[in-house]
Each structure stands twice: as structure tokens, then as C-alpha cells.
């Protein structure tokens, strides 16, 4: 039976060091959430990137042979440096030395144009081989919208898969990103777990559960999380047993 219930993806990181994130629809918001939380159970946390992620104070400037503040605030945003007001990429060694001195490394390796969903391009996404998990995540906002107004590099989504860009983006239209080649490109054989975030905004909520089993089905996957980071709130959906809520 299908189990639905109000459960932090928190839980899912037990003993997790390096994160990274994917997609679109809100990762750097879900990045912040996480390591605000992993900050209140005393955790040090670093945020990264290995393409461009918004600088927000605090943030630091990663130098080579000059380490990590003592005093560095939690958590703190590191990047090589700024350009266009973004904190630029680290390498994947740079990415490991911070494992070093702090409890958890969340990684953004995507970058989406503040569109709800995407395509990646060939040199998509940036996943350091280190990650223990992979986030991937997609907006909820994109449904029945048209394809080139809230895909990033709808272009390449088009020729790919010979759909319309005139087309709005209907349950089955959106089940096609989840693929090796779109949103589940260069994960391989890492842990992972899909996020459809902004269903406080979806326009028809009543269609988020079978969309729901429907990619578990299709990625043969033990859960995925329905989110509103909005609201701070979160609902697991997995296979098991027993069934014991509801999605409200």
C-alpha cells in the first residue's frame, strides 16, 4: 500500500557528508532550509557549488593554502569568488578539503535560470564524485504551463524529444524529464532522492499523488517528497505495508 506522510527529508541524511543538489524549482532555497537545520543541531555547515549559487552573507572566499576561518559564521557560503553578485565554483578537491572541516557539505551542481524545471546541457549538472546523496528537484509550477516559458533550455528539450514548445506541460509531458538524459542525467549509480516542490502553488493539487506514483513506478524508487519550502512543509510518498495519512 501507498504511505504518505509529514516527514523532514533531514531524516535521510544520517551520516551523509557531501549533498548535492540538481534540477530546478528551488534548490537554493531547499539547500538553505537543510543547512539551517543541520546549524540548530549543532552541525557545522558549509555551502558550495561546482557551477554559481546567489551570495548571501555570511559567505567566504575559498583561497588556496589560506584554510577556514575559526570563527567562520554557520552556516557560511564558500565559493572561489564572485562575479555578477554569484559565488563561483569549486573544484572537486577544493569541495573534499571542506569535508575536512565541516560536519556536512551541501553542494548546488545545477544551475535553472530560476525556471521550475529544466534540461541539462551537455556539461550538466556538476556532480562531484564524492556526493553521498543527490537531491533532484523540479517546481510543481511548471504543470500546465507552456513548454517554453518554464523549461530551461526548452530547446534542447524539444529536439530531444520532439515535442512542441507550444505545449503545456501536462502529467505525462512531465513524467518524460524524469530520465537519464534530463533530470536523473549524470547521477548513475548514487543515492538520490526527487523533490516536486511548490505544490502550495500547484494549480491542481488533486493530481499530485499519481504523479507521485507514477515516478516512483517509472524510476523503480523506495520514495519521493512533496514539498512546499514556502511553507516549510514536506510529505514523504513510498511504498510499503501499511497506509496511515493523507496529502492534504
Not at 535521510?12 to 530546478?24: E, W
Not at 548514487?190 to 500547484?202: E, M, P, Q, R, T
Not at 494549480?203 to 524508487?221: F, P, Q, S, T, V
Request: aromatic letters at 12%.
Amino acid at each position: 500500500m501507498w504511505l504518505y506522510q509529514s516527514k523532514s527529508p533531514l531524516e535521510s541524511l544520517n551520516g551523509l557528508k557531501f549533498i548535492s543538489f540538481i534540477g530546478a524549482g528551488g534548490k537554493t532555497s531547499f539547500i538553505k532550509y537543510l543547512a539551517r537545520e543541520l546549524s540548530k543541531k549543532g552541525e557545522k555547515v558549509a555551502i558550495t557549488t561546482t557551477t554559481k549559487i546567489y551570495a548571501e552573507e555570511p559567505y567566504i572566499i575559498f583561497r588556496d593554502g589560506e584554510g577556514i576561518p575559526e570563527d567562520t559564521q554557520n552556516p557560511v557560503m564558500i565559493g572561489k569568488a564572485i562575479k555578477e553578485g554569484k559565488l563561483t565554483a569549486l573544484n572537486e578537491e577544493e569541495v573534499e578539503f571542506l569535508g575536512t572541516r565541516f560536519d556536512r557539505v551541501l553542494i548546488e551542481a545545477d544551475g535553472a535560470k530560476k525556471k521550475p524545471i529544466k534540461f541539462p546541457a551537455y556539461f550538466e549538472p556538476v556532480i562531484p564524485a564524492l556526493t553521498d546523496k543527490v537531491f533532484v528537484l523540479c517546481g510543481l509550477d511548471c504543470l500546465f504551463k507552456r513548454i517554453d516559458d518554464v523549461v530551461f533550455r526548452w530547446r534542447d528539450f524539444c529536439d530531444t524529444t520532439g515535442i512542441s514548445h507550444k505545449e503545456l506541460i501536462s502529467p505525462d509531458i512531465f513524467l518524460k524529464f524524469f530520465s537519464k538524459d534530463c533530470l536523473l542525467k549524470g547521477i548513475d549509480k548514487k543515492d538520490y532522492s526527487v523533490v516536486l516542490n511548490k505544490y502550495d502553488i500547484c494549480e491542481d493539487r488533486d493530481i499530485l499523488i499519481d504523479m507521485a506514483k507514477n515516478i516512483i513506478r517509472r524510476l523503480k524508487i523506495n520514495e519521493l517528497y512533496i514539498s512546499s519550502l514556502a511553507f516549510r512543509l514536506f510529505y514523504r510518498v513510498n511504498y510499503c505495508l501499511a497506509s496511515t495519512s493523507v496529502l492534504t
